[in-house]
Structures are given as structure tokens and as C-alpha cells.
């Protein structure tokens, strides 16, 4: 659901339409690269520098990040970031407690893009001389650049990759201000989405690759399936 928070400073800047420099992930050298023990990019060690929000983290590392979650066993496909109760405390000036509630949620699952937004979003408007929100900022700027380097999202074979479905609708709203969808389709792979179009997606779709939350209820039912079997 599109949410209502006025656009404030840690906003930043549209890129142009249509990109043609992008790069897909590939979900085998992921794993690989973030499973090796020798190599830096060990998703522990990774996942470490994020929380110390070290600023010499790359995008190829925000990829990993964002991309090899999956493989965490915190990861679900149907991931629920509890965006309308974190945005009415925030409009009811409950900061505290919006604040409180985001941590809860980064805590397991820290490379949740509307999450890491909102608490940027509440401590600005906390007290907007907490220089602590700009951690949140740049933590939300980069983990979306890293989406947005996996395609350009005009067709299902260039469609933006995102591990959660809550991460579609951010990239819709509040990067290209999609004003809203009309349809959604499941082709499969990808989450087509009739929209009307903006000044920064001046198309009539925009596509999504859905393979990971599919792939993970797939995974979750055949073991659910397993277990009754026993």
C-alpha cells in the first residue's frame, strides 16, 4: 500500500528513466561469493560492516547484501514490514515507539528497504538535528540503487529483482511516483503491473522478477508437505 508520509530531505535524487547499464543478479555466484570464509564479501563479515554503517561499502556489496539474505534463515518470501502501523505511530507523532518498532523488524531483517526508510524518516522527524538518520538514508539510497542496478523494468527479462514484494511497490511509489496500478499480472517469473504512467516511467508496465518469494513458499510448502508425510 502506497504510503502517505510527506517526501522529506532523505528523498534522494531520481535517476533517469529507462537505464540501460544494468546488471542481473546471478543468485548461484551470490552465493558462492558470500558463503567463503576467505573472501570478504562472508556475509557475516558483510553484514557486519552494514551495521557499523561502514561508507566504503560498494554497490557490488549492497547487492550481496540485499541479494544474499535469501540464503539467511531469517529470510521469508512473504516478509511483512508493518508499514501502515509504523506510519500511524509516525503520524501520531509516537516516535519512540515507531523508532522501537523498526529496530524490532531491522533486527531480522536489517536489508528491508521501507524499513530502514521509516526509521530514518522518524528520528528526522524526532528531532531533526539527529545526524543519526542519515545512516537510515544512505542505508535506504543504497540498498535501492542496488535494485535498480538489475534492470530497467520495461520487460520481464529487464524487470527490477527484489527479494521482497513490499520493495516493488517502494521502487513504484516513492522512487519513479507512480501515482498508482491499475492491474497486476503474474507472468511468471515477474509481477507486471498496468500502471499510469509518471514523469520519471512514462511506460504503461512496469515488471518486477518475483523468483525469490516464489521460490521461497515453494521451498516452505514442500517442506510443510514433507513434515505431514512423516
Known sequence: MRLTIVT?????????FGQNNFSRINRDSVKLLISDRSKETYYPE?????NQFDTTLTLEDYRLLYFGFVFQKEYSGDFYPKQQEITQLIHEKKFDLAIKTCDSILEKVPVSLIVNYLKGFAIYMNRNTDSNYLHYRNRYSKLREAILSTGNGLTCGSSFQTIFVSDDYEIMYRYFQIPEYEKQYLVYKCDEFEIKPSKYFPSHAIYFDASEPLLNTEERLKKKLGNCSN
Request: proline share 0%; glycine share 0%; net charge neutral.
Open 8 to 16: 522529506l530531505l532523505i528523498i534522494i535524487t531520481l535517476n533517469a
Open 46 to 50: 558483510l553484514m557486519e560492516r552494514f
